[in-house]
């Protein structure tokens, strides 16, 4: 078992199975295909488009973790409010709003 664990930490090619490049390939693929419908659907500038593309197409990893970074962040984050709520306020809004129904 030591040897099979030393071998897969020596990052050998001739150590994996070659399954595992191709799902890494495929994988690559698939987030690349998400990002750009993902940018296709922003309302950019065509040219602040065509800069995410170049960055996430020739930036494999760095890439689409910057896009990501950038998506959390411009995110709209409203459906949250509610969750974050604390108790007590929710329990006055509820009671709030309830006293100026039955008024």
Request: proline share 4%; charged share 15%; glycine share 4%.
């Amino acid at each position: 078992m030591i040897q099979v664990i030393a071998r897969f930490l020596q990052l050998e090619v001739s150590t994996y199975h070659f399954v595992i490049p191709w799902s890494i390939g495929f994988l690559w693929l698939v987030l690349l295909g998400t990002t750009f419908s993902s940018l296709r659907s922003l309302d950019l500038e065509p040219r602040r488009k065509v800069f995410w593309g170049m960055v996430v197409l020739f930036l494999p990893l760095l890439g689409l973790a910057a896009y990501a970074f950038r998506c959390l962040i411009c995110a709209d984050w409203t459906f949250l409010k509610p969750l974050l709520q604390t108790r007590n306020k929710t329990i006055q809004s509820v009671t709030n709003s309830h006293k100026s129904k039955i008024e």
